[in-house]
């Protein structure tokens, strides 16, 4: 089992406003809990514990909530972005620590993803990428994958819905090999659009069908579907 994940963080949350005047996206309460804390302890659950976390926007509030993760039964490290660097260009700035395939996470998903399946999954024929998919009905806010003979064969980040390959849209949870990373570039980027798009079309990309709960809590509407319906994880 792979025992690190990556998770992005670092969104300024504008589309949450005015709930992030004052308090950064992953500290956002669901039922009680913060988002991040939530995404944690699903990992913990699965026995991944080093957790390289990047932050931006309000990143002192995220340190002093999870401190060195050791209250949390983990082990965290923040990459600072003081600058918004895209899903890509954070992903970058981790590179350096990542030197064995690990799990990749958006921080503003909710999920009960069974990463023990995945990873099962992905020893079985281990590729690039392997990536989370659930059905979606407003495709036209994600990533969205055509399948073909067991591989992603094509990828578009949030095509106009006429023109969406299917309704399976990454879900925002990854099996990444680093050795991919490099085709990214420095500074800001997009990880789905420098990275993934371009590895489907090599079909160096896995599908991994993730069947239970799974909310974004990107904008005031899904952030209250999430804290409504979502059900917390039991560790």
């Known amino acids: 089992m792979f025992k690190t994940a990556v998770i992005l963080a670092g969104g300024l949350g504008t589309r949450l406003k005015p709930l992030t005047d004052d308090i950064p996206k992953p500290l956002l309460l669901i039922k009680e809990t913060p988002i991040l804390e939530h995404i944690v302890q699903?990992?913990?659950?699965?026995g991944i514990k080093k957790i390289i976390v990047s932050?931006?926007?309000?990143?002192e509030?995220?340190?002093?909530y999870f401190k060195t993760g050791k209250q949390h039964g983990v082990e965290i490290k923040y990459?600072?972005?003081?600058?918004?660097?895209?899903?890509g260009g954070a992903l970058k700035k981790a590179a350096e620590d990542l030197h064995d395939p690990f799990f990749?996470?958006?921080g503003d998903n909710l999920m009960d993803i069974n990463f023990k399946l995945m990873y099962s999954e992905f020893i079985e024929d281990p590729c690039s990428v392997m990536m989370a998919l659930s059905p979606r009905n407003d495709v036209e806010n994600f990533g969205v994958a055509e399948i073909n003979k067991g591989k992603i064969t094509y990828f578009i980040e949030k095509p106009e819905r006429n023109k969406a390959p299917s309704n399976l849209i990454n879900a925002g949870a990854m099996i990444v090999n680093p050795s991919c990373l490099s085709i990214l570039p420095e500074g800001k980027s997009s990880a789905e659009r420098d990275c993934f798009e371009k590895l489907a079309i090599k079909r160096e990309v896995r599908p991994?069908?993730?069947?239970?709960?799974?909310?974004?809590?990107d904008t005031l509407e899904k952030y209250y579907i999430a804290n409504n319906k979502f059900k917390p994880i039991n560790n």
Do not use: C, M, R, V
Request: glycine share 8%; net charge neutral.
């Open 42 to 46: 699903n990992l913990k659950k699965y």
């Open 55 to 59: 932050i931006g926007y309000k990143a």
């Open 61 to 64: 509030l995220i340190q002093d």
């Open 79 to 87: 990459i600072i972005e003081d600058e918004p660097l895209g899903t």
């Open 104 to 106: 990749l996470l958006w």
């Open 208 to 217: 991994f069908l993730h069947k239970g709960q799974w909310f974004p809590t």
